[in-house]
């Protein structure tokens, strides 16, 4: 079993293979809060890169969730906070949703052969699917506009650590040492690592610094989310 | 004074601004050999991306240094290893050079407002260069086939430590704190660090290994390498 880290959106066709398993992180918030609407009893989350395209959405009747910069659009139902998508408004729904980094990850990896989910709420989850079938993993780092971030690389580095106590797993590339290590450093206390970082003040200004500590937490949820080429909707694998 | 680090060629175009000073490191080997180049009396090196342009010069009777996948190419009358270029060989010639990634990280910031060619040996003197007129300096690291590596981060790492040591230096992104993380792991002992990585193994298989340690020794030169965009040639700063 090999592991990758794919640091950027615009990097992966360099770490890209044909029989990749792709994680998408964006711990800060999209991959987190995705998880949590699918775990709240969403049937599928619907990804879409640009507003319009959520706008028209909405016009339909979908319920929509929108970020640009770490703040909720205008015209949505909801922003990039995980509580926003309580059971109570999304539970039998789909749910439209378009984010700054975490849907632009999406896109770009959506030919792998299969494309999961990740965030440190289901990281266990993940393992457990990704042992079964699983020969090459990449952890797709949504990053910030293309720029690597600190937070994505730390999920990749606590994914090989976790993965590698069960399954014996090589290095895809100098990505996974470098996430290790920094994974190393931070481990003990993610939280305080994190506030020096490029993310955290971003949080802090528009008021989403709440979110961060459910985003940290590991293994608060079981769900896999599973993205589906043929109608394009991420959903719950059974 | 802000300090970002670019840890791919692909990835430019997400780390430029407008005042840009890069610096361009490929430490093992190309950004090295360029200095040594230079420090032996070459008049330019000229970076070019394809082997069939370095051909056409090699035709008209220039001295040509080429590489790809770490072998030097059966053509060129040098490849990629600093020892190549002694000072009867170079002195007072020009020296066309194309290398796997090097030049291809040359070629995508070649707009920049300044661009240097960086490596452990001239490390101190680019500070001093970059003391005196630069506002926001890149260290674009030219890492493997756009994928990132260890030893490019690591001296954006260095580069952190000693320009932070003689200026109040701004992070331009997380990849500063990263590498500046990683270099405080490594900076010990280098070498035995640098075993665990992507392209030591490949130097030992292509019988380069020989030149691991000139290429992480610090300030064995003085020479600044400056890229001229108007006849696309590097000279050594006066």
Redesign the interface.
Known sequence: MILDIC??P??Y???QQENDTVIVVDIFRASTTICHMLHNGATAVIPVADIDEAKRYKEKGYLVGAERNTRKCDFADCGNSPFDYTAERVKGREVVFTTTNGTMAIKQSEDARELLIGSFSNIGALISHCIERSEHIVVLCAG???????ED?LFGGAFFERLSSRRRVS?G???V??AQ??WQ?AKKDLLTFLQ????YPRLVANSAVGDVAYCLNSDTLSVVPLYHPADKKIRAHP
Chains 1, 2 share one sequence.
């Open positions: 640091p950027s615009a990097l066709p360099y770490y910030w506009n293309n720029r690597i971030n600190m690389m290095f590339s100098d990505s040492r470098i290590l920094l450093l020096e970082s490029d993310h």
